[in-house]
Nanobody, 122 residues
Framework: QVQLVESGGGSVQAGGSLRLSCAHF??????LGWFRQAPGKEREGVAA???????SYADSVKGRFTISKDNAKNTLYLQMNSLKPEDTAMYYC??????????????????WGQGTQVTVSS
């Protein structure tokens, strides 16, 4: 089991920046990801990082968002720059041990944080 606690959401104007953090507590090495869900839409992948470090990004955030992790602090980060109104959503971090599937997919994760709201105004 992995426990996750997000922080760092908030409201910002378009073009601004936010950094999300996710403290995670589990055993061994597992994949970590950031996902988001806007009202009336399905949850979608934003960025993910494999247990041994390979990151991946959704096309909509490439060049603007950066996923990273600090293993010593058991913390996952999402640096979000050049935010747009369409980035407005509830953001969730997720974790799970690899089962050989697509680590960027919602379906690959069984452990989720409570979510943190990001609102970008124009």
């Amino acid at each position: 089991q992995v426990q996750l606690v997000e922080s760092g959401g908030g409201s910002v104007q378009a073009g601004g920046s936010l950094r999300l953090s996710c403290a995670h507590f589990g055993y061994g090495e597992y994949n970590l990801g950031w996902f988001r869900q806007a009202p009336g839409k399905e949850r979608e992948g934003v960025a993910a990082i494999e247990a041994y470090g390979k990151p991946s990004y959704a096309d909509s955030v490439k060049g603007r968002f950066t996923i990273s992790k600090d293993n010593a602090k058991n913390t996952l980060y999402l640096q979000m720059n050049s935010l747009k109104p369409e980035d407005t959503a509830m953001y969730y971090c997720a974790a799970d041990w690899s089962r050989g599937g697509d680590y960027k997919s919602v379906a690959e994760y069984n452990y989720w944080g409570q979510g943190t709201q990001v609102t970008v105004s124009s």
